[in-house]
């Protein structure tokens, strides 16, 4: 792994970290690719669900077959959590409406 594939945030070295597990390598840089790493749908199933339970997000199982690198992952994941953060605040705006419709 060159230093320019190296992870550089710790989402990154997290998910890196996740990749050499489930992968069985002992080094995943943050650009390789997920099928050319030996990955495959049923390992790829086993690294989202350890996403769901390590960051508590939901990613598609094809998120990982469609953005099939670390970096693209970790960018799924910041805006998975950008749209629970978005869709939080519509609602808490929502909320006090529907009271107010309520009374």
Known sequence: MQAEHAAVTAEQRRLVSLWKEVLRLDEVGIDDPFLELGGDSLLAAQIVARVLRDFAVDLPL???????????MAASLTAARNDTANMDNLLSEIKPCLRSMRS
Do not use: G, I, P
């Open 62 to 72: 094809d998120t990982l077959l469609e953005a099939a690198s670390v970096r693209s």
